[in-house]
T-cell receptor
Framework: KAGVTQTPRYLIKTRGQQVTLSCSPI?????VSWYQQTPGQGLQFLFE???????NKGNFPGRFSGRQFSNSRSEMNVSTLELGDSALYLC???????????????FGPGTRLTVL | QKEVEQNSGPLSVPEGAIASLNCTYS??????FFWYRQYSGKSPELIMS????GDKEDGRFTAQLNKASQYVSLLIRDSQPSDSATYLC????????????FGKGTKLTVNP
């Protein structure tokens, strides 16, 4: 079974631009979560989507948004990029997002975003 | 604010020794607990999950959970240089929503 895939793997943008990242979950998984990882803050939860609906949201500004399509693929968008947005963006998928036994999250390889 | 705390390390152990990684969490209602391993430049990979008090063993790895003390640990027996990585503790909070809260990780180095 193919794992979680993310595109692109690397991105370089300048301040003020916007960016869209894509995540394809494991086949059959309906929950997709997004995380930001930086050396200083570690892994921080951005949001979670299930059945095309945002179900949970972390403490990030409104410049960070996302969506999920009917095939469970998800995108996240960051508008008006700031230098501090430079990070590894990870998505993770799970079956239904219950957090319970046998519903583990599996991570994709991540997208490394650099904002200049 | 739900928090997960880990010693940042670095933790250094000789090859063949037992590495002990610890994690505490603040949300008493937390239901699910995970240990992820992250090699430098790679994404986290799940190595252990535990849901009830006690020990859970998988090969050289043992996870221990004590909900009363809000404490979860990971023991790695017969540590190998390939175990050198950052170990992330993650907790799913009350309500069953898939919102993993991660600790900042403990960097483990196993010296040959």
């Amino acid at each position: 079974k193919a794992g979680v895939t993310q595109t692109p793997r690397y991105l370089i943008k300048t301040r003020g631009q916007q960016v869209t990242l894509s995540c394809s979950p494991i086949s059959g998984h309906r929950s997709v979560s997004w995380y930001q990882q930086t050396p200083g803050q570690g892994l921080q939860f951005l949001f979670e989507y299930f059945s095309e609906t945002q179900r949970n949201k972390g403490n990030f500004p409104g410049r960070f948004s996302g969506r999920q399509f009917s095939n469970s693929r998800s995108e996240m968008n960051v508008s008006t990029l700031e230098l501090g947005d430079s990070a590894l963006y990870l998505c993770a998928s799970s079956l239904v997002g219950s957090g319970g036994a046998a519903d583990t999250q599996y991570f994709g390889p991540g997208t490394r975003l650099t904002v200049l | 604010q739900k928090e997960v705390e880990q010693n940042s390390g670095p933790l250094s152990v000789p090859e063949g020794a037992i590495a002990s990684l610890n994690c505490t969490y603040s949300d008493r209602g937390s239901q699910s607990f995970f240990w992820y391993r992250q090699y430098s430049g790679k994404s986290p990979e799940l190595i252990m999950s535990i849901y009830s008090n006690g020990d859970k063993e998988d090969g050289r790895f043992t996870a221990q959970l004590n909900k009363a003390s809000q404490y979860v640990s990971l023991l790695i027996r017969d540590s190998q240089p390939s175990d050198s990585a950052t170990y992330l503790c993650a907790v799913v909070g009350q309500g069953g929503s898939e919102k993993l809260v991660f600790g900042k990780g403990t960097k483990l180095t196993v010296n040959p």
